[in-house]
């Protein structure tokens, strides 16, 4: 533990934590393809980069939640603060390192981990968890929903946690944005996700949180756009934690990191 001066801090190479939540169809996968292609690795949980079968980056093929918690621990290193059973501890990334010795050296090459997408990701999670002997009720044998949901919980926000913690890289998390029904009637925009707790927490962990949606010009065209603004005209989910985004930006995140990036980086008079 020590104290950081500003001048130290300015050096350091801070990565942002974006997530970007979008109707099916909208291109969300396609946004890969304006990022760095030499830089960018692509945890693809989806099977679904069939999109862009042009973009020359790397990915790895996500099939199980082990793997998954497998891929943040190895890239994210060990936390010091959880004990040695616990997933992300210093005897996981040990494990993780002697099982995965092609990998480590690999991952320190990449700037940006683009994670396709935690809508899949957290249905691998809960079948995870219904399988634990902790989801399932001592008397009967019966599954527990509520203790698999619970797990749920705990696994998704764990998992988050270690990408949030990885300082140097910028992760960016895709997901399904789903229009409901409020008791009004009312249409509203939410997450998609195994379990309502990863949805309303995420916003807390990440710097930005973007939905990727059709708005209509004034000449009555409709455009792909990002809106980035927390209060913004149409009620999607979104925040700026640098404060540089305009409410509506163009869905491109090679400008978008760029715009953010040239403020947290400016110097201070």
Same mark, same amino acid.
Request: some cysteine; aromatic content about 8%; overall charge positive.
């Given at each position: ?41 692509? !945890? ?11 973009? /020359? ?13 497998? #891929? ?10 959880? /004990?040695?059973?616990?997933?992300? +501890?210093? /005897? ?33 999670? !809960?079948?995870?968890?219904?399988? $634990?002997?902790?989801?399932? +009720? ?12 619970? !797990? ?9 946690? $270690? ?17 409901? *029904? ?9 997450? $998609? ?6 949805? +309303? ?27 980035? $603004? ?25 400008? *978008? *990191?760029?715009? #953010? ?9």
């Amino acid at each position: 533990m020590k104290i950081i001066g500003r001048n130290e801090r300015l050096k350091m190479q801070t990565g942002t934590k974006i997530v970007i939540f979008g109707p099916y169809g909208i291109g969300k996968t396609s946004l890969l393809k304006t990022l760095d292609e030499s830089t960018t690795l692509c !945890l693809d949980f989806e099977a679904g980069l069939l999109a862009v079968q042009d973009w /020359k980056g790397d990915s790895i093929n996500m099939r199980t939640w082990n793997e998954a918690r497998d #891929i943040a621990c190895l890239i994210g290193g060990p936390n010091p603060a959880l /004990k040695s059973d616990q997933a992300y +501890s210093q /005897k996981h990334y040990e494990h993780v390192c002697s099982k995965h010795k092609d990998l480590l050296s690999e991952v320190s090459k990449y700037q940006c981990i683009f994670v396709d997408s935690i809508t899949v990701a957290s249905r691998l999670c !809960l079948l995870w968890s219904r399988m $634990q002997p902790e989801c399932f +009720s001592d008397r009967s044998g019966k599954e527990d929903k509520r203790a698999a949901y619970g !797990l749920l919980a705990q696994e998704m926000m764990a998992w988050l946690n $270690q990408f949030q913690h990885i300082r140097d890289k910028d992760i960016i998390i895709v997901g399904t944005l789903g229009q409901y *029904l409020d008791d009004c009637n009312r249409p509203t925009w939410l997450p $998609q996700c195994e379990g309502a707790k990863t949805a +309303s927490e995420i916003p807390g962990i990440v710097d930005e949180v973007i939905s990727m949606v059709r708005i209509k010009k004034d000449n009555g065209t409709e455009v792909r756009s990002f809106i980035c $603004q927390t209060i913004n005209t149409w009620g999607y989910p979104a925040k700026d934690r640098s404060g540089c985004l305009s409410m509506v930006e163009e869905p491109h995140l090679g400008k *978008l *990191l760029a715009k #953010i990036k040239a403020k947290t980086l400016a110097p201070i008079a």
